[in-house]
């Protein structure tokens, strides 16, 4: 069954610091991945996706994420945090089953001035 | 285009009373979900629809009725609220396409408490 493990539940790092969020996948499928930003009191925001192709992906706000098929692993990074950077962000992938996608618990990234 | 919207934003009940929860799509998109969101547990799939007309469980239905009438709308119903129930519900849909990724497209969210 497809699933997604984010590793560390919250992150902190200061302004201009680089932003590595962790994620896993297990898929039995080629996977589609996402990442996911949500803002405090807001509903959930597509960054950016890997479907085929390129396997580094571009997003929004300067985020980019790479797919790793040997490690089976799509992390989002950012060369330098802001403090608008703070929010929750969820991984996911699209599963076996193609009506659903599966959510990790998310990451809460704080940033520090 | 408003995306998804959702109504209400808020809303408190007491154990026992009963809720409908209104999820609208301007995208003429064919598939909608519901979702609860809980601290620690990310987002956790309640019902979702295929089509106007057709429904099916998703990872945790029990408490919870829908019912997709019409395409763009989707009502997710509590016919005895309990305090487990507290959570924050979130509404998405997805488009049908050649290249079908099912990217999900998100409402602001209802905050309920169940007292």
């Known amino acids: 069954a497809q699933s997604v493990t984010q590793l560390g539940s919250h992150v902190s790092v200061s302004e201009g610091a680089l932003v590595l969020l962790r994620c896993n996948y297990s898929?039995?499928?080629?996977?589609?991945l996402f990442w996911y930003v949500q803002y405090p009191n807001q509903g959930l925001q597509l960054l950016l996706k890997?479907?085929?192709?390129?396997?580094l992906v571009k997003g929004i706000n300067g985020f980019e994420a790479e797919f790793k098929k040997s490690e089976t692993s799509f992390h989002l990074t950012k060369p330098s945090a802001h403090m608008s950077d703070a929010a929750e962000y969820f991984c996911?992938?699209?599963?076996?089953?193609?009506?659903?996608?599966?959510f990790g618990t998310g990451t809460r990234l704080q940033v520090f001035p | 285009n408003a995306g998804v919207t959702q109504t209400p934003k808020f809303r408190v009940l007491k154990t026992g009373q009963s809720m409908t929860l209104l999820c609208a799509q301007d995208?003429?998109?064919?598939?909608m979900y519901w979702y609860r969101q809980d601290p620690g547990m990310g987002l956790r799939l309640i019902h979702y629809?295929?089509?106007?007309?057709?429904?099916a469980k998703g990872e945790v239905p029990d408490g919870y009725n829908v019912s997709r009438l019409k395409k763009q709308n989707f009502l997710l119903g509590l016919e005895s609220a309990a305090p487990s129930q507290t959570s924050v519900y979130f509404c998405?849909?997805?488009?049908?396409?050649?290249?079908?990724?099912?990217?999900?497209?998100f409402g602001p969210g209802t905050r309920l408490t169940v007292l």
């Open positions: 998405a849909s997805s488009y049908i396409g050649s290249t079908y990724y099912n990217e999900q497209f």
């Open positions: 898929s039995s499928v080629p996977p589609y």
């Open positions: 890997y479907t085929t192709g390129a396997t």
């Open positions: 996911a992938v699209r599963g076996a089953d193609t009506d659903k996608l599966i």
């Open positions: 995208m003429n998109h064919e598939y």
């Open positions: 629809s295929v089509g106007e007309g057709t429904t």
